[in-house]
C-alpha cells in the first residue's frame, strides 16, 4: 500500500551508496549476490536459526534495494536486469517460509503453506498479466514514472508489507502456520482488489 513512497525514500538513502560503487560493480552482480544472500536467510531458517536468518532476510532486502539504485545511477538498467532481479525474488520468496516450514515440518503448517504458495501463484499470474496488458496499452511503468521495470499494480500486500510479515515469520517462529494463513488471506484480498481494478479499468 506504501510502496510507492517507500521505494523513493529508499532511493534518496541509497542513491549516494550507489553513486560509489555504480562503477565498479554492476546491478546483475548485486542482483545475484541477492540471492545468494536470500538462500542462506533460508538455510539458516531450516536450521532453526532465525536470528541469522533474519540479518540474511533484511541484507537480502538491502541489496535487492541496492541493484535498482546502482543501475539507474549509473544508466545501466536493461530489461534483462529487471527480468532476473524479478526471478530471483520469487524465488527467495518461496524458499524463504519453505526453509521456515521445513524445520519442524507437521501437517498443519504444511497444508497452510501450500494454501500460500497457491495463493503467491495466482496472485503473480494475474498481477504481471495485469502489468503485460498495462505496458501494451502504453500505461506501464515509463508513462506512470515508476522506479521499477513494469507498473506494479497497488494493493494490500506489496514490497513493504511482506518485508515486516516475513520479518515477524523469525522473529515468531512458533506462530508459522498463523502468519501463513494471514499473508495468503492478505494475497488473496490484494488479487481481488485487482480484478475490481481491473473490471473497472480495462473494459
Known sequence: MIDDVMRRAKDVVLEPVAKIIGENIS?????????????????????????????????????DGLDGAVARASGKQSDFGGYIDTLVDFGIYTIIPFGLAMHEPHTGQLIVLAFLFGTFYINAAAFLYLSAILERRNQGAKQSGELTSVTMPRGIIEGTEAIVIFCLFFLLPNHLTILFGILGTLVVATTFQHIIWSMRNLN
Request: proline share 3%; hydrophobic share 60%; charged share 5%.
Open 27 to 63: 546491478p546483475m552482480t548485486i542482483t545475484l549476490t541477492a540471492g545468494g544472500v536470500g538462500l542462506l536467510a533460508a538455510l539458516a531458517a531450516w536450521q532453526g536459526n532465525y536470528m541469522l536468518g533474519l540479518i540474511f532476510w533484511i541484507g537480502n532486502r538491502f541489496l
